[in-house]
């Protein structure tokens, strides 16, 4: 077993892995590891609930690296193996600045190549939405980002003067009655046509019959939609997961 730690924007998930199952998983807001003393206590209370084999780390904020590194090693006696672009990365990455691909991105692509096949597509509406791409080589070769969800309803709150902070809901109609229900409709709905629209595209150049799949904490809302070969919330934890085999093969 090992721990797979995602240390994202807004949470940091900690998830022990049996090959690529999610055996227990621990959810904390990313802010509340800045500290030293409190990245410790998090490290030790993980040590507690299960030892491991290794522990792998998939970190898009670079400023909580060192913490986890510290504290990981305080907890577990062991130096967590964080994922990046390079020869350890799991998959060849061919894009103009690999150091500027997220360990995220990297891991999804992985999962994506060996469970899925080449190519593939993974959309990961997570903070941001990203969409990423394996090509028929397996090799990474980019994709495109977007603002999340999440960011959308924050931004449209924030920047305007009477936008209440309105919580996300699947929704059927297209027509809002109320600014609430207007603000659900254009981003469920601009979500659904911003997906359809990049995926055709992405298809057009990566070959017609690649599958997508989507992961993230909002992919949930696509079930049904017909875009998907699969919806696998813990595709970047699996990917994460099939790295750390490969590296210990």
């Known amino acids: 077993m090992i721990w797979a730690i995602l240390a994202g924007n807004t949470r940091t998930v900690a998830a022990l892995m049996k090959d690529l199952k999610v055996l227990r998983r621990k959810i904390v807001p990313t802010q509340n590891l800045k500290s030293i003393p409190a990245a410790i206590r998090w490290a030790k209370a993980l040590r507690r609930s299960s030892p491991c084999e290794g522990i792998i780390v998939a970190s898009v904020v670079p400023p909580l690296d060192p913490v986890l590194k510290k504290s990981l090693w305080s907890a577990f006696g062991q130096a967590p193996e964080f994922i990046g672009p390079g020869r350890n990365s799991g998959i060849p990455v061919r894009v103009k600045k690999p150091s500027q691909v997220g360990a995220d991105r990297l891991a999804n692509a992985v999962a994506a190549r060996e469970l899925y096949g080449v190519p593939s597509i993974v959309v990961d509406y997570g903070t941001g939405t990203t969409f990423d791409v394996v090509d028929r080589k397996g090799t990474y070769r980019g994709g495109a980002i977007l603002p999340g969800l999440g960011i959308s309803l924050r931004a449209l709150h924030d920047f305007t003067a009477k936008i209440p902070l309105v919580k996300f809901e699947k929704v059927s ?36 019959k690649a599958p997508a799949i989507a992961t993230g904490g909002w992919c949930w809302a696509f079930k049904g939609t017909g875009f998907f070969t699969a919806i696998e919330p813990d595709l970047t934890l699996q990917g994460m997961a099939l790295i750390w085999r490969k590296r210990h093969a």
């Open 173 to 208: 109609y297209a027509v809002g009655r109320t600014t609430e229900e207007a603000v659900r409709s254009g981003i469920y709905h601009g979500a659904i046509g911003t997906t359809r629209e990049l995926l055709q595209r992405t298809r057009k150049q990566i070959g017609a």
